[in-house]
Structures are given as C-alpha cells and as structure tokens.
C-alpha cells in the first residue's frame, strides 16, 4: 500500500520534473547545465517511482501520469532540439564516431560472426560442391559454371540497379537492428550472410574467377559490409539490454540502448548510399582490376580514419547545443 506520506513527498519531485519539461518546450538552451542534470536525475527516480506505482492496482491514474512524464523526459533525452544543419554535421562529425566506438564490443561480436560464418561456409562449399548448388540455387550456379558473373545486367541498368542495390541494403540493415529485440533474428541474419559470401567465395574460386567476384565486391564491400557489421552490433546491443538490463528497469535499459541504436541506423545510411552507388555504377564495369582495389583501399582506409581517428567535441550533438550534454549526463549517471 503506498502511504500519503510517500505521495506527499515525491509529488514536488514530479512538479520539478514537469516544470523543466514546459521550460524545455521551446528548446534545450531554455535551461542551464545545473538543469540538465537534474533531468536526467529526475527522470531515473520517476522511473523507479513508477515501478512502485505499477504494483497498486488502485493507483492506475497515478501510474499513467507517470508514464506519460516518462514519456515526454524520454523524447526531451533522445530527441533534443529540431536538427539543423550545424547539428547535422555535428551529428556525422562527431556524435557518429562516438556512438561507434561506444557500442564497439557487439559490433566486434557481429563482425566476429560473420567472419566465422564465412569461413565456415568457405569450408563446407570447398569441401562439398553439392553444398553450393544447394545453398546458391540453379541460376546462379550456372552462371559461375560458365564462368560468368551474374552481375553483368547492373551494366545495363544502372540507374534502375543501384536504387535496387541501395534500397536491398537498407532493408538489410533495418531487420538487422529490428531484430535485436528478438536476439535470434539478428543472429541469424549475420550468419546467414556470412555463409552466402562464404559459399559464393569458395564456387567462384572452384571456377577460377576468384578475381572476378572480389574486384567487384571490394569497391562498394569496404563500406557495405561494414555498415551491415555496425547494423548488426546495433542490434545485438538491444538484445544484450534486453537480457542484462544491469541497475535499470528493463523498459528503462532498452529504451536508452534503442535511442543509442536508432541513432547508429541513421548514421549508417550515408555509407549504403554510398555503396549503392558504387556497386551499381562502377563495381560492375570493367574497369581496371587495380583501379578497383585502390578505390577499396583507399575508402577502407578513409572509413577507418573516421570512425576512430575523428574526436567528440563536449556540447555538440544532432540536438545541437545542449543536447549532448543532456544525453551524456543521462547515460553517465544510469550507467
């Protein structure tokens, strides 16, 4: 039974909390560094408050206005300000990087996974032929049994193929986060494409055009396999806060690892824009071989400098100013 006196004395925390929340309407500079803090403060005890809500039965009106302060502390946290284009190119610059490298152990595990599955699926096609035909389908098997690579119709239609490529890879990536909240999809996704490349890698070499197939995959897969590796970690982060919610509620710790993990599916767009791109223009044509390993190179490269060389700048966030002081305080006092 919750006492009038608990009431009584959590009822000025929830005032402070909405008063902040009103001030914060019209944007994040409305309140000061000292207030942006005590958001985020604020927002863990509401939380904890509403747990002890929720087991009262008769207090279901209390319980939905808490849920409903959550809510509006969760989209102030998560959304800040309305971008503009300074807070974009804060976002890319620097916000981006960091996200990367915080989530840097799933992504790692996502990467790990689809290598082994390679490998495996490498192994097992090397091993058995009869895998490959299975595993690849007709059509495409003969095709590399005649020594031809089933990409030369891009060529033919490029504008129509890259949209194709691009909009494939974006829906890729999307189920790849989607379903970090099941464990398994994301899971099987990873090791599915994995095997695929594995397999496609070990049949086109049985046929000697080893070359081919990786002259072709290297431009655009030096971007596209990374952003689906990130994609993965993204979603492998969901699963992990879903099963080890640590200190939070677990409503709580997913929420904060799905803003962190939205964010990282907007910042993966670019890089499979740009490797649509590149697969369904250049990737396919006959270009030299050279040109097309030291197009991928120099990318890799470029991407590798970006994603560990760039440094957060405290302050600058996709919300703009503010914005990830707010976010950083938040999830620096839960975690």
């Not at 035909?133 to 193929?161: C, N, Y």
């Not at 594995?198 to 030096?222: I, K, N």
């Not at 919610?245 to 670019?270: K, Y």
């Not at 957060?312 to 950083?328: F, R, Y």
Request: aromatic share 8%.
């Amino acid at each position: 039974m919750i006492s009038n006196r608990w009431l009584n004395g959590r009822k000025a925390h929830w005032k402070r909390l909405e008063n902040l929340l009103d001030r914060a309407k019209s944007g994040l500079h409305r309140l000061n560094g000292a207030e942006l803090q005590e958001v985020g403060l604020l927002y863990r005890q509401t939380a904890s408050d509403l747990s002890a809500v929720m087991d009262e039965s008769a207090s279901a009106q209390l319980a939905a206005y808490l849920n409903g302060l959550l809510g509006r502390s969760h989209n102030l946290l998560y959304m800040g300000q309305r971008p503009d284009s300074k807070g974009i190119v804060g976002f890319y610059r620097d916000t981006y990087p960091r996200l990367f490298r915080e989530i840097l152990p799933t992504t790692t595990l996502a990467t790990a996974l689809f290598l082994l599955a390679a490998i495996c699926g490498w192994a097992v096609a090397a091993h058995n032929p009869g895998f490959s035909h299975r595993f690849l389908g007709p059509q495409m098997i003969d095709s590399i049994e005649h020594r031809k690579m089933w990409t030369e119709s891009v060529v033919a239609l490029k504008p129509v193929a890259s949209s194709f490529i691009t909009t494939n890879n974006l829906s890729v990536a999307f189920a790849l986060f989607a379903f970090g909240i099941t464990g398994i999809g994301t899971l099987w996704m990873i090791i599915f494409n994995g095997l695929l490349l594995g397999v496609v890698g070990a049949a086109t070499y049985q046929a000697e055009m080893a070359v081919s197939l990786w002259s072709f995959v290297a431009p655009h897969g030096v971007l596209e396999l990374p952003a689906i590796c990130i994609a993965g970690g993204a979603g492998l982060e969901i699963t992990r806060r879903l099963l080890f919610p640590g200190m939070l509620p677990r409503r709580d710790s997913l929420a904060q690892a799905g803003g962190r993990a939205v964010r990282l599916m907007l910042g993966t767009i670019p890089l499979l824009l740009v490797a649509g791109a590149i697969e369904g223009f250049f990737s396919p044509t006959h270009a030299p071989v050279s040109a097309k390993f030291a197009l991928a190179a120099l990318l890799f490269a470029g991407l590798l400098l970006y994603l560990f060389g760039s440094r957060h700048i405290p302050g600058k966030d996709v919300g703009g100013s503010g914005s990830s002081t707010l976010i950083g305080v938040v999830e620096g006092n839960i975690e």
